[in-house]
Each structure stands twice: as C-alpha cells, then as structure tokens.
T-cell receptor
Framework: DGGITQSPKYLFRKEGQNVTLSCEQN?????MYWYRQDPGQGLRLIYY???????QKGDIAEGYSVSREKKESFPLTVTSAQKNPTAFYLC???????????FGQGTRLTVV | AQSVSQHNHHVILSEAASLELGCNYS??????LFWYVQYPGQHLQLLLK??????LVKGIKGFEAEFIKSKFSFNLRKPSVQWSDTAEYFC??????????????FGAGTRLAVHP
C-alpha cells in the first residue's frame, strides 16, 4: 500500500533531550512537510522541502531541524531549544509543491 | 504574510441543517485552495480542492465550496449535514513564497458537531 508512515505514534522524552520523529513516504512525491497541530491553532508549518537536499523554514521553525537526504524520508528533530515541544506532529507529502498534500497518522510527542 | 482565517471555531448543528464554513486568505497571487477534514481519531483527508476553472467545486460526501476571488474567500457548504459529518474542518491555501517555493498554509480549523 502506498502512503506516509510516521513513527512512533506516541513518544515520551525528558526535558532537555533531542528527539527525532520519522516520516517515510512511498508515493514518489517530491514535496514533504512537517506541521505541528495544537488545539485551536490548526496546523502550523515547521519545515517543508520541495526536492531532495533542499528544505525551507516554515512559520515556526525555531527549535526544530530537518534533513532531506532521500526522496522518501524527511525526519524532524525536536531539539532542546524548542520551548514547548509537547504537541501532535503531522508529516505530509505532495506530488509537487502546488498539489494537494497527503498526511500521515501523526506522532504525539510528550516531553516531561 | 500569508494567512488563512476560518471564522467559526465551533459549530453545532442538528441533522439535516445546512452548513456553511467561512474561509478567507490573504495572498494576492495565484493560489490553490483546499478543504481538509479530520474525523475523530483519523488522519487528515482531502475534502475538495480548487486549482482553476469553475469556481464552484464539488467534493466528497456532498460537500462543495465556492471560490470568490474578489473576496479572497473559499467557503465550504453542505445542504444537509449528517451525524457522520462531525469532525474538524481545515481550510488551506497553497501559494508561492520567496525563492519560488510553495507553502501550504492552514487555517485554525472549525470543529463541527452534528446532533441526531
């Protein structure tokens, strides 16, 4: 089945630790996105990438980092610099930067 | 800066009532417009999209949306809602940004509750 896989579904980390969220797609999509979803704030764009080895900051990139070494993969690292990391993180991909996006099931990160 | 505004954060309707959810965006150039739906416990799904052509677009499950360029709006409508339409609805805009990149920006969402 083609789709977007985010792992793990739930993640717990201690404050001060970096954590990496996985996102893999087998849809052969060029563009990939990371969003953060908080109640009442919708989806806010963290980083996006339209091609391998290139990515751009979104609206709330501070405290996050990404890489795009392969077309299929777009991992997100939540660093200790992120002041409020507890959230639901969604990864998405689209054929091109202008097409509709397809979403993964999300990772709920809790930092204690 | 580009932004998407959804006017209603919570909407409560009875079954068979009509629905209209507002969406306005701020971007003067060419845009692609989307409505996504997130049913409880499920991932985001595309409801409908507008790229060009007829400004009245029809989506899945009887939903439709109208693009009014002069008002920068893309409101979602359904003539008669069902209990199964209970979900959160997100409007999204894909527009060009600096450097030739395209950003997909979402509104804050509207939580719809339909009572039997």
């Amino acid at each position: 089945d083609g789709g977007i896989t985010q792992s793990p579904k739930y993640l717990f980390r201690k404050e001060g630790q970096n954590v990496t969220l996985s996102c893999e797609q087998n849809l052969n999509h060029d563009a990939m996105y990371w969003y953060r979803q908080d109640p009442g704030q919708g989806l806010r764009l963290i980083y996006y990438s339209q091609i391998v080895n290139d990515f751009q900051k979104g609206d709330i990139a501070e405290g996050y980092s990404v890489s795009r070494e392969k077309k299929e993969s777009f991992p997100l690292t939540v660093t200790s610099a992120q002041k409020n990391p507890t959230a639901f993180y969604l990864c998405a991909s689209s054929i091109t930067g202008r097409a509709e996006a397809f979403f993964g099931q999300g990772t709920r990160l809790t930092v204690v | 800066a580009q932004s998407v505004s959804q006017h209603n954060h919570h909407v409560i309707l009875s079954e068979a009532a009509s629905l209209e959810l507002g969406c306005n965006y701020s971007y003067g150039g060419t845009v692609n417009l989307f409505w996504y739906v997130q049913y409880p416990g499920q991932h985001l799904q595309l409801l409908l999209k507008y790229f060009s052509g007829d400004p009245l677009v029809k989506g899945i499950k009887g939903f439709e949306a109208e693009f009014i360029k002069s008002k920068f709006s893309f409101n979602l409508r359904k003539p008669s809602v069902q209990w199964s339409d209970t979900a959160e609805y997100f409007c999204a805009v894909n527009a060009g940004s600096s450097g030739g990149y395209n950003k997909l920006i979402f509104g804050a969402g509207t939580r719809l509750a339909v009572h039997p």
